[in-house]
């Protein structure tokens, strides 16, 4: 029998912000100059949380998951060729 682990996602909206004004429109971490890629690439390239909130000390944890929802929710939307 599988088991589905249900998740609580942070609501990704109440972290993530994107202003033309601020990093060329990039959607960054509200009330820092840090955009999600960047939170996203550090995780990508095997970074920890900790590692990460070390690196750039105004993130929170809420923030990191928020990022992750945040590029969830744009995988959903946006399908891009595979190839298989």
Request: with cysteine; hydrophobic share 45%.
């Amino acid at each position: 029998m599988e088991v589905v682990k249900t998740l609580k996602s942070v609501d990704w909206r109440a972290y993530i912000v994107s202003d033309p004004a601020i990093c060329h429109g990039q959607a960054c971490i509200k009330g820092t100059r840090i955009p999600v890629s960047v939170i996203l690439d550090n995780l990508a390239a095997g970074l920890s949380e900790a590692e990460i909130l070390q690196s750039y000390p105004t993130l929170t944890p809420e923030a990191i998951r928020a990022a992750l929802a945040y590029a969830a929710e744009l995988a959903r939307e946006q399908l891009i060729p595979l190839k298989g």
